[in-house]
């Protein structure tokens, strides 16, 4: 009988996470670091990345870098690989929400936006992309949103970019499957993050999401684990190009 266990294990493999000084983007980190693999966390804040690195150990490492800075994305590149080699895996759960009303909507806030949650992961991508071509295997997982396929107030560049993260990911997949790299998002729901802040903080409105899920909550960090796994292991070889909803049937109803 086949240990179907291994599909998850992420021993040997190498994982940069975007993101990672706190909330979804650490609890990826640490997910990864759980499952065998030597993890890089990358965020602006080395405090909090340090804290999480010392409570994570040996699999770990970081990197402090601004992201929405197109032109230090290759030196990030450097940096990320030099702990461990080049990444087999990479997360890009950094993000920004401005919640900038439409009339209101400024060029540095779109900037701003634009290119943290949608050329940091593709060019960040691109620099890992001929190492994992020269292995065969890669996995990537973009951050999509309930506002990859719907509009909220106060979200026409976050939705915007959003939306640009599935087409990417289906892009990202027709380039470079082929070489064994496979592409996927998760589209979290409403978890309790700092992103989320606003949300939280309103008890009626976040009943009111919760109600409007097909389980009857938000999302808890540690249910973002599960799909995480799948996405970046073995259990995917045959998956790719796919926005995966993890969002209690919030999309479903």
């Known amino acids: 009988m086949s240990d179907t266990s291994r599909l998850f294990d992420l021993t040997g493999r190498v994982a940069c996470v975007t993101g990672a ?4 983007g650490q609890q990826a980190a640490s997910a990864l670091a759980d499952a065998g693999a030597r993890v890089v966390a990358v965020a602006r804040r080395e405090e909090e990345l340090q804290d999480w690195a010392d409570r994570t150990g040996p699999p770990a490492a970081i990197v402090s870098a601004d992201l929405a800075d197109r032109s230090a994305l290759q030196d990030v590149a450097a940096r ?3 702990p461990f080699g080049p990444p087999d895996i990479v997360v890009h759960a950094a993000g920004v929400n401005t919640r900038q009303a439409a009339d209101d909507v400024t060029p540095e806030g779109w900037d701003l936006t634009l290119n943290l949650n949608l050329a940091a992961p593709f060019f960040l991508t691109q620099a890992f992309v001929p190492a994992m071509k020269d292995k065969g295997w890669g996995r990537v997982v973009n951050f999509a949103s309930l506002q990859t396929s719907r509009a909220f107030p106060g979200g026409v560049a976050y939705g915007a970019s959003k939306a640009g993260i599935g087409q990417l990911t289906r892009a990202m997949a027709e380039a470079w499957s082929q070489f064994g790299i496979n592409a996927n998002a998760i589209g979290p729901g409403f978890f309790p993050t700092e992103l989320t802040g606003p949300v939280f903080a309103d008890p009626e409105r976040a009943a009111r999401n919760a109600a409007q899920t097909c389980v009857g909550r938000n999302g808890l960090l540690d ?3 599960g799909p995480l796994l799948f996405l970046c292991s073995e259990a995917s070889a045959y998956v ?3 926005v995966l909803m993890v969002d209690g049937g919030f999309t479903a109803k």
Not at 21 to 24: F, M, R, T, V
Request: glycine residues 16%; aromatic residues 0%; without cysteine.
């Open 21 to 24: 000084s706190a909330g979804l």
């Open 80 to 82: 990320v690989t030099a």
């Open 223 to 225: 249910d973002i684990d």
């Open 240 to 242: 790719t190009g796919q």
